[in-house]
């Protein structure tokens, strides 16, 4: 799998999610400060409703704008296969009998894609998966907890 070429499939994604959550955001905006928002008694809360979602979804804008920004300027390490796992690693995990690629990326760790006929989960090093693969090299197990159940997962490539 090349990285250069699935790190400018991630950008196109994530600036396809910013158009979505910026023309949301606006939209809930207008909506937060028409006049229709206004409170017609002490209980309607349909303008304070809508300006709590317009800043959530500002929030999301600026992760959004901050993931591009690291995926547009982290530099890319290639990995020998006797390396272990660091960040800007695309590993190959055996989890549940099942093959899984993950890229290990700063920013944007919720993002999923088909990219080479496989989908590829972006992970964080923080999150629970991400953080057992570090420093482990191909043929090792990791061990990580979700939520309350202990998972078990083998790297099979590192690159």
């Known amino acids: 799998m090349n990285k250069r070429n699935l790190i400018l499939a991630i950008i196109e994604k994530l600036e396809s999610d910013l158009v979505v959550v910026k023309t949301a955001a606006l939209a809930t905006l207008e909506a937060a400060t028409h006049e229709e928002s206004k409170p017609e008694n002490e209980y309607d809360t349909r303008g304070l409703e809508a300006s709590y979602l317009a800043g959530a979804q ?39 009998g099942k093959k899984n690629v993950v890229f290990i990326m700063p920013q944007a760790g919720a993002v999923r894609l088909e990219f080479d006929g496989r989908t590829v989960q972006v992970i964080s090093p923080n999150s629970s998966l991400g953080e057992s693969l570090l420093g482990l090299k191909v043929g090792e197990t990791a061990e990580f907890e979700v939520g309350t159940h202990l998972r078990e997962c083998k790297v099979l490539t590192v690159q």
């Open 58 to 96: 500002a929030k999301r804008v600026a992760e959004i704008d901050l993931a591009l920004n690291v995926f547009r300027t982290t530099g890319l390490k290639e990995f020998s296969p006797t390396e272990p796992v660091q960040s800007t690693a695309l590993v190959e995990i055996e989890l549940d």
